[in-house]
C-alpha cells in the first residue's frame, strides 16, 4: 500500500471549497502570516524562472479606496445607477479583511511561451488558496468586470501589458456554504 505521507494536506485539498466574500470575516492574517503565504504562493512551477507575476495587497482602508475607483468607473458608464447599486460596487472588495490581486506579467518571450507564463499566475493563485485555507481561512477566487477594465487597472498601477489573474478574498468563514458539484472523473479522464 502507499504510504500516505501528508494526510492533511489531501484531505484539505479534497474538501476546501470557496466561501463567497460576503460570508468572509475579521480578523484577516497578521503581516508575518500574509508575508508566509505570498511566499508560498510565489513557490510555484516557473517555466525560465521568470516570476511573470506579482501582487497587490489590498486590506484595511485601502479596500475602500479601491471600492471608490470601482464605483466611480462605474458610475461614469451608469450615471443613473441609484445607491444602492453603486454601494455594491464601492463594497466589492471590503466584505473579507485582505484581498490579494494576483497580476500576471505574462508576456511574448524568446524561449518561454506566454501561455506558460499564464498558466503560472494561475499557480500562483491556486498555492495562495491553499495556503490560506491550510493556516484556517477561507477564500473566494475572483475577477469581475474591473479586473478587465482598462481605467481600473491604470489606476492600479498595472501597465497595459499586466493582467489581473485574479482578486483572492480571504477571511474567517461565517459558514461554509454547501459544495456544487465537481466533475465526474468518466467525463474528464482519458486513459491512453
Ligand atoms: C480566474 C477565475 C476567475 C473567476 N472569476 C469569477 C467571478 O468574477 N465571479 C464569480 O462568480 N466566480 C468567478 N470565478 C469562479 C469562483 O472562483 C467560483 O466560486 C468557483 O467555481 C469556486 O470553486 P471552488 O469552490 O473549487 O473554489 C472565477 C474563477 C477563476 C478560476
Redesign the pocket.
Known sequence: MTEIRDAATLDLLRR???VPPMLLSDPGPSVEELDGWLAIAARVPDHGKLAPWRFLVIEGEARGRVGALIEATFSADFPEADEKRRAQERQRLSHAPLVVAVVSRAGPHAKIPEWEQVLSA?AV?MNL?VAANAAGYAS?????WF?YDRRVLDALGLDPAERI??FIHIGRPREVPS??PRPDLDQIVTRL
Open positions: 476546501r471549497r470557496s494561475g493563485c488558496v473566494a477566487w475572483l475577477t469581475e479586473a489573474a485574479g459544495d456544487r
